[in-house]
């Protein structure tokens, strides 16, 4: 989705076992997106990726339920990883 608002819709039609969702995007920023998805689609995996490391923002989405939280440049083989992990566990908990 092109920002946080139209992956809340996208969410909201047909919830996905896990998103992928950037820190800094316009119109709803990640943390904003990860609060609206979790009021509608609390089941979702949200893994947040952000352009830098900030500590506090990794807190504040981890404490507001985010699977997982990856600072760039990403290790894509920790990020497989961790969208693996996600998809599994959201597929036990049906």
Known sequence: AADGSAAFQKIFEDPPDAVLIDIE????????????????????????????????????????????YLAQPVDFQYLLQSVETAVMMRRLER
């Open 25 to 68: 995007m316009p119109a709803l920023n990640g943390l904003e997106a990860l609060a609206a998805i979790r009021g509608v689609a609390p089941e979702v995996q949200v893994i947040m990726i952000s352009g830098t490391e900030n500590l506090e923002v990794s807190k504040r989405a981890l404490a507001h339920g985010a699977f997982d």
